[in-house]
């Protein structure tokens, strides 16, 4: 068996989060990604800190593994030219730019299929290629906001908060990676190319979910609550005894009468907490959730996290302990899965880095992220055939 992707070649150009995520799912899955960067320049993530190990920045090594590393000044036409020949040997065309970009430079959908008509190309934007907002200039906090996600976040009466991750970029990484998938799969059927259209925006919206039903089917507008649920109960963060935090989530009837038994049995003061008729259905609990998450909150500050936590496999409670980014990166369970792997970096060195959470039956590969223009010979030369004099002329133009 080899990795899925293997076999395919795509050119990446993009940079920061979003599209370099999604590039580096398809990488991690086999994909050969060529990553065009601005001579001189790169990647803007290259220069954003906090951290940096030998120079390279930690953002922009997380996001650019598994691929390989040119220069080439695309606004120059001999630039063109070279993407031209790239194009007619490669499978996918994935920028991450402003609608206006591709075209200025003449590297539009129709210009694509002219150097290779079974080309697939993916635009991933803020906004969509179409629409009043396609020209604006949009981050992950903004498509958090103006997709709902913040309305929905933290506590009622409180100030809007977007999640701590960055779910706009990722997901929308993700979804383009989908995307581009599903079209190579398309071609292999077809033999014809596609040009796909991802907005962050639009990815957002779809992860309103059963919120964004709730609210088509009721017109009514869901509010934020916290850590708990609309809909289900009991659900909650608590805190335990030590001050540290247990996440319950009981989505059937038979958990949460489980974990009203639980807490019943293990607490002294409860005995009959899960035969009390305020908490008898999910109705009962929605009626009195107030009364409930006292209940709750007591019992739970009774005992030390651990504790909670081996309490409710006890039970078969679903629980967990709410963890901190460290917590989460040592915990057995994501380290068991090669949640967290080893790099070498002829630049940054040894480090650590998050893993591929794809399993598709092989081993995981993973190669550094490229220096700037790293590649740039070879792939001009082996790829394209390029002579060594030719090269140095492009070098000398500052093409490359």
């Known amino acids: 068996m080899s990795l899925p992707l293997e076999g ?7 940079q920061a989060i979003a599209g370099p995520f999604a590039a580096r799912t398809l990488g991690d899955l086999g994909a050969e990604i060529i990553k065009v960067e601005q001579p001189g320049v790169g990647d803007m993530s290259r220069r954003m800190g906090p951290h940096f190990l030998g120079g390279e920045s ?7 593994r598994n691929k390989r590393g040119i220069t080439l000044d695309l606004r120059k036409p001999e630039g063109r030219q070279v993407f031209y020949r790239l194009t007619s040997v490669s499978d996918v065309v994935f920028d991450a730019f402003r609608p206006t970009v591709l075209p200025r430079m003449g590297l539009e959908y129709a210009s694509l ?8 190309s993916c635009s991933l934007s803020a906004f969509g290629q179409e629409g009043p907002y396609r020209d604006r200039p ?10 709902g996600g913040m309305s929905v976040t933290g506590r009622e009466g409180e100030p809007p908060v977007f999640m701590g991750f960055p779910v706009g970029d990722l997901v929308g990484g993700y979804v383009a990676a989908l995307g581009i998938s599903s079209a190579l799969y398309g071609r292999r059927e077809t033999g014809e190319g596609r040009r796909l259209d991802i907005s962050l925006l639009d990815v957002q919206v779809a992860l309103q979910g059963h919120l964004g039903q709730f609210y088509l089917v009721s017109g009514q507008v869901p509010k934020p609550i916290g850590s708990s649920h609309p809909a289900n109960l009991p659900v909650g963060a608590y805190q335990a005894k030590d001050g540290s935090y247990i996440q319950v989530h009981c989505a059937s009837q038979e958990f949460a009468m489980r974990l ?3 807490v019943s049995t293990e607490t002294v003061g409860n005995p009959e907490l899960f035969t ?7 109705a ?10 006292q209940v709750l909150s007591e019992a739970f500050a009774t005992k030390d996290r651990q504790e909670w936590v081996y309490l409710c496999e006890k039970w078969s409670v679903p629980g967990g302990p709410v963890n901190n980014i460290a917590e989460a990166l040592s915990d057995p369970q994501v380290l068991l899965r090669d949640m967290v792997v080893d790099m070498k970096h002829p630049v940054a060195g040894e480090y650590k880095t998050v893993g591929n959470p794809i399993k598709s039956g092989e081993p995981d590969q993973f190669s550094p992220p490229p220096t700037l223009g790293q590649d740039t010979d070879d792939v001009l030369g082996a790829l394209l055939g390029y002579r060594t004099n030719q090269i140095q002329e492009l070098r000398d133009a500052e093409v490359i």
């Open 8 to 14: 395919v070649r795509i050119l990446e150009l993009s």
């Open 58 to 64: 930690a953002y922009y090594l997380n996001f650019n």
């Open 113 to 120: 299929k002219e150097a290779n008509p079974t080309i697939i």
């Open 138 to 147: 949009g981050f992950d906090g903004i498509v958090q906001a103006m997709g």
């Open 260 to 262: 009203l038994e639980m």
């Open 276 to 282: 009390d008729p305020r908490f008898a259905t999910q």
């Open 284 to 293: 009962d609990r929605m009626a009195n959730r107030d009364a409930l998450d």
